[in-house]
């Protein structure tokens, strides 16, 4: 079983929807990523959450740490909002800091015009 | 634009052969990780340094190398290339090494091992 796990794997919905795509984990984390990937291949990181709710434009992402979930949504979503998602956690380390990151194998959005 | 660069974009090798992928990290981040995306095991974790030195390994292969260098740029050697080893993969830098800081990645290089 995946430690990080999203779904749904594929989405596509009518501009202007409202999206929600889900992640879950099984191992405690110090922190949590939303990161973007276009079809170019390039990766933008969006989000890192570690608590609570945070929000850049139209991007909202939460995290419940007692759960161990977390949620990205776009709102008025616009064609150009098409991409993969990619969730991310950061394990924690005895001694401070933190290893690479582990992968959700990420959630496919297509949104039409 | 995420200040991070890698070279070379694109790279076709042949099996058996031996590559190095290079990473200059944003100005003032002492921090590079590798990571490898490949079809079928997706994004992966291989190696983590930190100002010169490796703090963290992930899964990566005994063929494959990395270090860097005192100017803080980062080469990943991968050695006696196998088919398996076509991916892209990516470096990613951060300001130090703790648990909340947010990781900007590079455009990747493109492996394809023929």
């Known amino acids: 079983k995946n430690e990080v796990e999203q779904s749904p794997q594929n989405l596509t919905a009518q501009e202007g929807e409202f999206i929600t795509i889900n992640c879950s984990y099984s191992?405690?984390?110090?922190?949590l990523h939303w990161l973007q990937q276009h079809p170019g291949g390039g990766i933008v990181s969006l989000f890192m959450l570690s608590s609570g709710k945070k929000k850049h434009g139209r991007l909202i992402a939460t995290i419940n740490i007692q759960e161990k979930h977390s949620s990205l949504h776009i709102t008025a979503s616009h064609p150009r909002d098409s991409a993969v998602y990619i969730c991310a956690v950061r394990g924690r380390r005895s001694g401070g800091g933190a290893d690479g990151l582990t992968f959700g194998k990420g959630t496919h959005l297509i949104i039409q015009p | 634009d995420s200040g991070v660069t890698q070279t070379p974009k694109h790279l076709i090798t042949a099996t058996g052969q031996r590559v190095t992928l290079r990473c200059s990290p944003r100005s003032g981040d002492l921090s590079v990780y590798w990571y490898q995306q490949s079809l079928d095991q997706g994004l992966q974790f291989l190696i983590h340094y930190y100002n010169g030195e490796e703090r963290a390994k992930g899964n990566i292969l005994e063929r494959f190398s990395a270090q860097q260098f005192p100017d803080l740029h980062s080469e990943l050697n991968l050695s006696s290339l196998e088919l398996g080893d076509s991916a892209l993969y990516f470096c990613?830098?951060?300001?130090?090494?703790?648990?909340?800081?947010?990781?900007?990645f590079g455009p990747g290089t493109r492996l394809l091992v023929l």
């Open positions: 990613a830098s951060s300001p130090n090494f703790g648990p909340l800081e947010t990781q900007y």
């Open positions: 191992v405690g984390i110090s922190a």
